[in-house]
């Protein structure tokens, strides 16, 4: 074996990959193959290469592999495998991947914070956040870490932790809108509503198509009282998300709480006929009809959605 032929064949089709030349990156990482057929490396970039051009089976293959070739302490290949796994919606498996990627090589980063976002996906913020307090332990100051970090404490309930930690990562990247409305969501929830619209405000300034920050912006200005901002912020939004259930229902109870009860109806009965089984919205329907003292009409909606239960929502 030349090692400097397989260097060579690895160099190009690293080259040809960035350039968006899949099919020249293939025939180079599998030439590679050939030459070295007990190298990691190759199998790697080939199952990368596999993965962008639709073949996942065929990546995960290869991603399995180049696990059994690695050398020692390199968990590489283990963090590729398991981003395809999370991208393939195979949550659990996932996991299981980054757990023995952080048993090979405990100092990964890219492994921690990985199992970090897995965490708080799957609603486990507790564990979430030792995973991120390790991660910070291995690369101080960093942004992502901090972020994670912050995210799981906002999660876990812990909101004085999650403005600490969220104050640390926007000092390692300013202006950041993801670390701004987790700031504005603690704020929120320790009822410092003024502190919330500041930071929300300035993350939707920064990417206004965010819904979950702009739901966080027409709350804040609910309790605010600032009921025209706030009908103002979810019609803008819904007009984007004609989907949402939280958008509309949020819409239909700010136009409530402004003393419009009959214009909360109008909104609900329009999502309703699209998604007539949506239990959030007859909720709010049944309130702003009681508004309008439709006593009956209110009660038989709230016979309908009686025997749901709630589905627990994330605070972010």
């Given at each position: 074996m030349d090692k400097h032929e397989?260097?060579?064949?690895?160099?190009?089709?690293?080259?040809?990959?960035?350039?968006?030349n899949k099919d020249l990156a293939l025939k180079?990482?599998?030439?590679?193959?050939?030459?070295?057929?007990?190298e990691y490396l190759p199998y790697r970039f080939l199952a990368t290469t596999e993965?962008?051009?639709g073949r996942a089976e065929d990546a995960i293959d290869h991603l399995n592999k180049a696990i059994r070739l690695a050398p020692e302490g390199e968990s590489g290949p283990l963090e590729d495998l398991s981003l395809i796994k999370m991208q393939l919606g195979r949550q659990e498996?996932?996991?299981?991947?980054?757990?023995?990627?952080?048993?090979?090589?405990?100092?990964?980063?890219?492994?921690?914070?990985?199992?970090?976002?897995?965490?708080?996906?799957?609603?486990?913020?507790?564990?979430?956040?030792?995973?991120?307090?390790k991660a910070l332990e291995i690369g101080p100051k960093n942004f992502q870490a901090l972020y994670g970090l912050s995210h799981a404490y906002l999660e876990n309930s812990n909101f004085e932790e999650a403005?600490?930690?969220?104050?640390?990562?926007?000092?390692?990247?300013?202006?950041?809108?993801?670390?701004?409305?987790?700031?504005?969501?603690?704020?929120?929830?320790?009822?410092?509503?003024?502190?919330?619209?500041?930071y929300l405000s300035q993350s939707v300034a920064l990417n206004g198509t965010d819904q979950n920050t702009l739901v966080h912006l027409?709350?804040?200005?609910?309790k605010l009282e600032n009921f025209d901002q706030a009908i103002a912020i979810f019609e803008d939004a819904s007009k984007h998300a004609v989907n949402s259930s939280i958008l509309f229902s949020q819409l239909a109870n700010a136009l409530s709480?402004?003393?419009?009860?009959?214009?909360?109806?109008?909104?609900?009965?329009?999502?309703?006929?699209?998604?007539?089984?949506?239990?959030?919205?007859?909720?709010?329907?049944?309130?702003?009809?009681r508004d309008l003292h439709k006593f009956d009409e209110s009660e038989q909606i709230l016979g309908q959605v009686e025997h749901r239960k709630p589905i627990p929502l994330k605070i972010l």
């Open positions: 397989i260097n060579k064949l690895l160099e190009d089709g690293l080259l040809a990959y960035r350039h968006g180079q990482f599998k030439k590679a193959i050939k030459k070295s057929p007990n993965y962008d051009l498996e996932a996991e299981s991947i980054l757990q023995k990627a952080i048993l090979v090589n405990p100092n990964s980063l890219d492994a921690h914070l990985r199992l970090g976002a897995s965490l708080i996906t799957c609603g486990r913020a507790s564990e979430a956040i030792a995973i991120y307090t403005i600490s930690t969220a104050t640390q990562a926007l000092k390692a990247r300013e202006e950041d809108p993801a670390t701004l409305t987790i700031l504005g969501v603690a704020h929120y929830q320790k009822e410092n509503y003024s502190e919330a619209k500041r027409g709350r804040t200005e609910l709480a402004s003393g419009k009860p009959a214009e909360a109806v109008e909104v609900c009965d329009q999502y309703l006929k699209t998604h007539p089984l949506s239990a959030s919205l007859m909720q709010v329907k049944a309130c702003a009809l």
